[in-house]
C-alpha cells in the first residue's frame, strides 16, 4: 500500500526502557516523521515483571522518548490492554504499528490489534516483526504468536529469513521484507587509545569486540574457543566482552581460565548505556558475532555505523547483510576453525575506503527503511 501523509500510532516500549527495541522504535518513529507523517508513541508501563527479568534494570538514566504520549500498557495486566486500545482510537491513525519480538508479549499485543480494528477499521494494523518467534520458542510461545499474526493486516520484518517464517505461519498474509537500519544516535568514536584508556585496556594488540547481552544462542562460547587457538598460534590479541549476562557466567569464564593468556580478555559483565557504547567500538579492531542463530543483529547496525569490520556467522537474517559488504566478513556457525580464519582474514585485510563503507551503509538508512515500508 502507498501512504499520503499519515497519522501513525506505535504501541511498544520506547525509552527510558533500555536496549535495542526502544532504541529501534524511536529512530522508526523519528524517521516517519522526517517522512512528513506524524507519530504517537504508546509505552508500556510495564514490561516485564521483575521476577521474569534476566537483567539488573529495564530502564537506562537520562533517556526520554520525543514521541510517547502515554505509558498505557501493563504487560501482565488486561484491564490496560483495553484501555490502550480505546487511547490509540481516540487518536484516530490511520496505521499502527505493533512491534514483535517475545511470545511473553504477545497476549497484549493481539488484544489490542484486536480491539482497536474493531473500534477503528479503517486503520491498518501493522505488524513489525523482529523475529519470527523468540529465540529457542517453545511450543506454547509459537501458539501466542499465531494469534497475533491472526490479528494484523499486513507484516514488516527486517529479513528474508524472518518472512519465509511467517509466509509458512499465515500464507495469505502481505509481507514487506525490509532490513535493520544502521544505527546513527550513538556518540562518535573517540581515538584508539583514549578508548582503551578509559576502558583500562592496554594500547598495542588488536582487540576483537563481542558486544551485547550473552545470551545461550550468541555463541560466546564459539569465539572463546576460537581466541584459545589464536592464542595457541601465537596471533597478538586480545578480546573484549562487554554485555550482561542473561545465563550462568561461570562456564565462559572456565574457559577463559584455562586458555593460554586469561589476562588478554577484559570482561564488562554489565548492561552498556548508550553514552558508553561509542568507546567500547572506538577501543575495537573488529567486532565478533558468533551466533547459532539470528533474526539480524542490532549489534551489526551499531559496528557498520562505525565503519568498524564485523565477523559474523551465517545464521538467519544475518547473511544478508554481508553479501558484498566490504567490511563484513561470515562464516560458518558453531564451527571453531572457521570462525577462527574468518578473525584472521579480517584482521589482516587492508583498510577499506570510507567512501566505500558509506555507500553501503546508505543502502541500509532509516530514509531508505521508511521509504521501503511506507511505500510498499
Given at each position: 500500500?502507498v501512504?499520503?501523509?499519515?497519522k501513525?500510532?506505535?504501541?511498544?516500549?520506547?525509552?527510558?526502557?533500555?536496549?535495542g527495541?526502544?532504541?529501534?522504535?524511536e529512530?522508526m518513529?523519528?524517521?516517519?516523521?522526517?517522512?512528513?507523517?506524524?507519530c504517537?508513541?504508546?509505552?508500556?508501563?510495564?514490561q516485564y515483571?521483575?521476577?521474569?527479568?534476566?537483567?539488573t534494570?529495564?530502564?537506562?538514566?537520562g533517556?526520554?522518548?520525543q514521541?510517547?504520549?502515554?505509558?498505557?500498557?501493563?504487560?501482565?495486566?488486561?484491564?490496560?490492554?483495553?484501555r490502550?486500545?480505546?487511547?490509540?482510537?481516540?487518536?484516530?491513525?490511520?496505521?499502527?504499528?505493533?512491534?514483535?519480538w517475545?511470545?511473553?508479549?504477545?497476549?497484549?499485543?493481539?488484544?489490542?490489534?484486536?480491539?482497536?480494528?474493531?473500534?477503528?477499521?479503517?486503520?491498518?494494523?501493522?505488524?513489525?516483526?523482529h523475529?519470527?518467534?523468540?529465540h529457542?520458542?517453545?511450543?506454547?510461545?509459537?501458539?501466542?504468536?499465531?494469534?497475533?499474526?491472526?490479528?494484523?493486516?499486513?507484516a514488516?520484518?527486517?529479513?528474508e529469513?524472518?518472512?519465509?517464517?511467517?509466509e509458512?505461519q499465515?500464507?495469505?498474509?502481505?509481507?514487506?521484507?525490509?532490513?535493520h537500519?544502521?544505527?546513527?544516535?550513538?556518540?562518535?568514536?573517540?581515538?584508539?587509545?583514549?578508548?582503551?584508556e578509559?576502558?583500562?585496556?592496554?594500547?598495542?594488540p588488536?582487540?576483537?569486540?563481542?558486544?551485547?547481552l550473552?545470551?545461550?544462542?550468541?555463541?560466546?562460547?564459539?569465539?572463546l574457543?576460537?581466541?584459545?587457538?589464536?592464542?595457541?598460534?601465537?596471533?597478538?590479541?586480545?578480546?573484549?566482552?562487554a554485555?550482561?549476562?542473561y545465563?550462568?557466567?561461570?562456564?565462559?569464564?572456565?574457559v577463559?581460565?584455562?586458555?593460554?593468556?586469561p589476562?588478554?580478555?577484559?570482561?564488562?559483565?554489565r548492561?552498556?548505556?548508550k553514552?558508553d557504547?561509542?568507546v567500547?567500538?572506538?577501543?575495537a579492531?573488529?567486532v565478533?558475532?558468533?551466533?547459532?542463530?539470528?533474526?539480524q543483529?542490532?549489534?551489526?547496525?551499531?559496528?557498520?555505523?562505525?565503519?568498524?569490520?564485523?565477523?559474523?556467522?551465517?545464521?538467519?537474517?544475518?547473511?544478508?547483510?554481508f553479501d558484498?559488504?566490504?567490511?563484513?566478513?561470515s562464516?560458518?556457525?558453531k564451527?571453531v576453525?572457521?570462525?577462527?580464519?574468518?578473525?584472521r582474514?579480517?584482521?589482516?585485510?587492508?583498510p577499506?575506503?570510507?567512501?566505500?563503507?558509506?555507500?553501503?551503509?546508505?543502502?541500509?538508512?532509516w530514509?531508505?527503511?521508511?521509504?521501503?515500508?511506507?511505500?510498499?
Open positions: 500500500m501512504f499520503c501523509r499519515m501513525i500510532a506505535i504501541v511498544s516500549v520506547f525509552p527510558p526502557y533500555r536496549g527495541i526502544a532504541q529501534f522504535n529512530a518513529a523519528e524517521a516517519f516523521t522526517v517522512k512528513g507523517h506524524e504517537v508513541g504508546f509505552s508500556f508501563s510495564r515483571p521483575s521476577l521474569l527479568f534476566p537483567g534494570n529495564q530502564y537506562e538514566d533517556l526520554q522518548s514521541f510517547v504520549r502515554t505509558e498505557a500498557v501493563d504487560s501482565i495486566n488486561p484491564v490496560t490492554w483495553y490502550c486500545a480505546h487511547l490509540v482510537v481516540k487518536e484516530q491513525p490511520d496505521a499502527v504499528i505493533i512491534p514483535f517475545t511470545a511473553f508479549l504477545a497476549p497484549a499485543l493481539a488484544t489490542m490489534a484486536r480491539r482497536i480494528k474493531t473500534l477503528h477499521p479503517s486503520c491498518r494494523i501493522v505488524g513489525l516483526f523475529n519470527a518467534n523468540s529457542d520458542a517453545k511450543p506454547w510461545e509459537k501458539a501466542l504468536t499465531q494469534r497475533l499474526l491472526q490479528r494484523i493486516d499486513e514488516w520484518t527486517l529479513s529469513d524472518v518472512s519465509k517464517q511467517l509458512g499465515r500464507k495469505e498474509l502481505p509481507i514487506t521484507t525490509a532490513f537500519p544502521f544505527y546513527e544516535h550513538f556518540a562518535p568514536l573517540i581515538s584508539r587509545d583514549a578508548a582503551r578509559q576502558l583500562h585496556m592496554p594500547a598495542a588488536k582487540l576483537v569486540l563481542f558486544f551485547g550473552i545470551r545461550p544462542y550468541k555463541g560466546l562460547e564459539w569465539l574457543d576460537a581466541a584459545t587457538e589464536l592464542q595457541k598460534s601465537g596471533e597478538d590479541l586480545c578480546f573484549c566482552i554485555g550482561e549476562p545465563t550462568d557466567w561461570e562456564p565462559y569464564q572456565r577463559i581460565d584455562a586458555s593460554p593468556a589476562e588478554r580478555f577484559y570482561t564488562h559483565l548492561f552498556i548505556p553514552e557504547v561509542h567500547f567500538f572506538s577501543a579492531d573488529l565478533c558475532l558468533p551466533y547459532s542463530a539470528a533474526s543483529s542490532g549489534v551489526t547496525a551499531i559496528a557498520m555505523h562505525y565503519h568498524k569490520p564485523v565477523v559474523a556467522t551465517d545464521v538467519g537474517g544475518l547473511k544478508e547483510y558484498g559488504n566490504p567490511i563484513g566478513y562464516c560458518a556457525p564451527d576453525h572457521a570462525l577462527t580464519e574468518a578473525i582474514e579480517a584482521l589482516s585485510a587492508e577499506v575506503e570510507a567512501a566505500s563503507v558509506a555507500t553501503w551503509n546508505a543502502r541500509f538508512s530514509a531508505a527503511f521508511a521509504q521501503k515500508c511506507l511505500s510498499a
